[in-house]
Structure formats: C-alpha cells, structure tokens
C-alpha cells in the first residue's frame, strides 16, 4: 500500500523539480543567480513556515536538540539551487538534471553501501552499479547531443 503512494510521489517530486529547474534557470538569466536562489529560499521558507505552524504535529525532537550535523542538509538545497540556476541556462534543463540525478544516484549509493549518515548498511551490488553505468551513458548521450547542437549553431 505504502509503495503504491510513494512512488507516485518521488515521480511528482522530480517532475516538479525539473519544471522548477527550467523556471529557475531562465530567471536566474536575467535577474542573477542568487536573486533567484533567494526568490526560491524566501518563497519556500515562507510556505513550509504554515505548513508546520498549521499541519506539523508534535515531535519529540526539536531542530535545537537534534545532533548539529543533522542540520546541515539545509545547505545542500543552497549549494543544489545554485549549481542547477547557474547551469541550466548554460546545458538545458535535460542535461542539468541528469547530471543533477547522477551526483544524487552516485553519491545514494555511496551512503548506502557504507551506512554514511546513520543510515542502514545496503550493500552496492551488480545492479546498482549497472544503474551508475546507465545514467552515465544518458548523460553522455544528451551532452552528445546538446554538442552537436552547438555545432550546428555555429556553423549556421
């Protein structure tokens, strides 16, 4: 029952961080990476504040008591923003969230197969590294392609 809602919702979620990646990028053309970083950050900050003020039930836990290491993955949404603002008006959103998906896959994995972060131990097998070899062969195709592209508006 669970995996019928999850899956689902992961493909949601990286749907909408494509579009968001796109819309992104052409504001941060032309107002400036950082402003728009910032526009999201604000915007996203804002509404999580309701959604925790309304919907967060209680937790034994606070953000003050839990180990500080926890809290940096606040700035890893920073250091993503600016990276996928700066490239995609550079590579195309295609080329910036594969390469965007393969740092996440290979660094996933890693997490795993070492039990980094806490988390449980699951072991890098043959298939997961089939999955590596995979994403990488997109990433080369779609840089292929948006090479090729270049080529040709060059030479028109």
Do not use: C
């Not at 600016?82 to 490239?87: R, S």
């Amino acid at each position: 029952m669970m995996l019928t809602l999850v899956f689902p919702l992961l493909l949601l979620g990286g749907a909408v961080l494509a579009a968001q990646s796109s819309v992104n990028g052409r504001l941060g053309a032309k107002v400036g990476v950082l402003a728009s970083a910032w526009l999201t950050f604000v915007i996203g900050a804002v509404v999580t504040f309701l959604l925790v003020f309304f919907f967060e039930p209680a937790h034994s836990a606070t953000l003050f008591s839990v180990p500080k290491w926890q809290l940096t993955g606040a700035l890893f949404g920073v250091v993503y923003m600016l990276a996928i603002v700066f490239a995609v008006p550079r590579v195309g959103t295609a080329a910036a969230t594969v390469a965007v998906i393969s740092g996440q896959l290979i660094m996933s994995l890693l997490v795993d197969h070492f039990g980094w972060l806490d988390n449980d131990r699951l072991p890098l097998d043959p298939s997961r590294l089939a999955a590596i070899v995979l994403l990488a062969g997109a990433l080369f195709l779609i840089y292929l392609s948006n090479a090729q592209r270049e080529r040709q508006t060059a030479s028109a």
